[in-house]
């Protein structure tokens, strides 16, 4: 299976499940997208929480405990992915993935366009893997944050850029990816500076 190389072709990839199935599992989306694609398998994940999929209770949690498990196959340069039976059964209903693919659309459309080789030396080693670590550090501070409003979907923009930037080995969304990171600290610093003392 070729991986896909666009963000575009990654919606196109899951597309036919969300319109077909009353359920998407998690082992229908990998077996769809290929379990060597691990960029697309990131994207996939952290593009989905930044829809209004990430309002449903227990999303962002589910979504981190994915790109993690990913993210660190991925980083010790694992070729085939392995994800425990209890996430890939996890679901999502059709009709809800099918309105997350057409709100995702004109974006993916859009960043598409846009994307080209530059920057190449931040796709390559040693800064991928710090990337990549970067991605798992990430999505492991989505539980713990979400309650707060916007801010695992804004760290999920970050993982999407990141991921992205490596899938297609353009290091300027790579940067776009650090910024929004930067983004999200900024949100964190705010919320806690509402917190009474």
Request: hydrophobic share 55%; proline share 8%; glycine share 6%.
């Amino acid at each position: 299976m070729t991986p896909p190389r666009s963000l575009g072709e990654v919606l196109s990839a899951i597309e036919p499940e969300a319109d077909c199935a009353d359920k998407v599992t998690v082992a229908e989306l990998l077996q769809e997208i290929g379990e060597r694609s691990f960029a697309p398998l990131v994207l996939v994940v952290s593009v989905l929480l930044v829809t209004p999929l990430s309002g449903i209770p227990g999303t962002p949690t589910i979504g981190a405990l994915i790109v993690v498990l990913i993210s660190a196959q991925w980083l010790t340069g694992r070729r085939h992915l392995w994800l425990p039976g209890f996430v890939l059964r996890r679901a999502v209903t059709g009709a809800r993935l099918a309105r997350a693919i057409a709100w995702l659309r004109p974006m993916a459309a859009w960043v598409d366009a846009r994307s080209q080789s530059r920057l190449r030396p931040m796709t390559a080693p040693p800064m991928a893997l710090v990337t990549k670590l970067l991605i798992l550090l990430i999505a492991l501070t989505w539980p713990l944050l979400e309650l707060l409003p916007m801010v695992t979907s804004v760290g999920a923009m970050a993982v999407s850029l990141l991921a992205f930037g490596l899938m297609v080995r353009d290091g300027l969304w790579l940067v776009a990816g650090y910024a929004t990171l930067a983004a999200m600290a900024l949100l964190v610093s705010w919320f806690a500076g509402q917190v009474p003392a």
